[in-house]
């Protein structure tokens, strides 16, 4: 019977023998002799094949002591994703809302999802149980990046964010009312909520992240020295720093009532579903934007190290194609003018672009070359606007000021620690019998370089 214990020592038996070999080459200070070169040859052809039959054997012996969890863990499907799979999607808000809003526990596929997620982040929820994002959320796709998990999406153009951060509503049979069973209808007319662009401009997102979190980053080079015969190298050195994530969490509540839940003829896992995402996405793009920095992320316009700034006026200004020029200028200057390129501004910053020519340059007519030309492009980049980019700025004696920003998106990051967690209440509005819904998540933002962002933040619009 094969040990493990013999293949390590032979494999220790042959790596000595290759320093052996090396160290007298070396000490003799020669090259290696034909005979000398083939036998290191072999020594290393099987020090090599013993490696990967230690390796395998090691892999085999972990699997056989893992359990049915640990599987699950190591990437597998989530159980409402293996029951989706299999033609049996069982899993259902609706059901759970429902047991925790009559005092009873959490059983299913609903609990078994929870309790997954909760291993898998080594977390437990402060509420009741943990949503997956893959079903509280309609994700739309535009890059991928992941820490340890599958795929991160980001949330699609369905939500808007509150003022403040927290969104309250109340929904019952008075409020939704347009939903109590009067008809047999499957649809119901959506609130028109603030545009996300934020990921259609390529931001990089992160997932299923452990504590606090850093990304080494070089923040100096070592420089070029000519130096005459026997002259000396002068003395450069690189630093590093670190992007630094924590997380910061972002919450808000729902109220709706039994009757609700329970009567609605509209689908109502759909539209719980996209209710969840009304509350929590929309306040997280617009806290890349403008954050405070507490307890919110810090955004590019509210702060930190983004200094590259284009000043219009003294009480803001009105917009010019050279403006917008400088924005790219300033990236450029700072090597930053690659990667996801794109300009965003607010809906009023967009109306003013295309009403502003672009003054002194040759016309071919005598129709007018706008900034903001057709196909949402700027100066040849792609072109973004959303409620989410604030218009209410402002500077000196100048209001209702808008932003601009333009950017390499892919330096914005998106770091997610949880699944949504999820707190059903049914004591707040129990005389009522109303079931008040909790929501959290943890999340932060940050930017690989603050260089690779430049903005206008006093633009007068018309």
Known sequence: MIRTCDLRARHAELMDEQRELADRVEAEK???????????????????????????IERFEANARMTEE???????PLPHELEQARGKHAYSLCRAFTLLGKKQPLDGLEKETSDEI???????????????????????????????GRPFRPPVDRTRPPADGVERRIDDTTAAAGAVLTRWDTT???????RMVLD???????????????LPRQSGI????????????????????????????????TDMSRRFLEQLSIDPEEFIRQDLTAILARGIEQAAYSGTGSPQPTGILTGGGFTQVVPLGTNGGNPSYQAMIQLEELLAKANADIGSLAYVTSPAGRSTLKMTPKQGLAQTSYVPIMVWQDGATVNEHEAYATNLIPSNLTKGTGTALSAVIFGNWAEC??????????????????????????VLQDLDIEFRHFQSFAYINDMITT
């Open 30 to 56: 020669r090259p290696f002799s034909a005979d000398e070169q083939r036998r290191s040859d072999e020594v290393f052809a099987e020090a090599k094949r013993l490696a990967e039959t230690i390796s395998s």
């Open 70 to 76: 640990d599987v699950r863990r190591a990437g597998q």
């Open 118 to 148: 909760e291993g898998r982040i080594g977390k437990k929820p402060v509420g009741s149980f943990f949503i997956p994002t893959n079903l509280a959320m309609r994700w739309n796709v535009h890059r991928n990046h992941k820490v340890g």
């Open 188 to 194: 119901w007319i959506e609130y028109l909520r603030a």
């Open 200 to 214: 259609q401009m390529g931001a990089t997102y992160l997932t299923e992240m452990h504590g606090n979190f850093a």
């Open 222 to 253: 070592g420089t070029v020295t000519w130096v005459a015969e026997s002259g000396s190298v002068a003395t450069t050195a690189q630093t590093i720093d670190q992007v630094l994530f924590t997380p910061k969490t972002v919450g808000a509540f």
């Open 413 to 438: 990051m998106l770091a997610f620690w949880t699944g949504v967690d999820t707190l059903v209440d049914p004591y707040t509005g129990g005389p009522a019998g109303t079931i008040r819904i909790v």
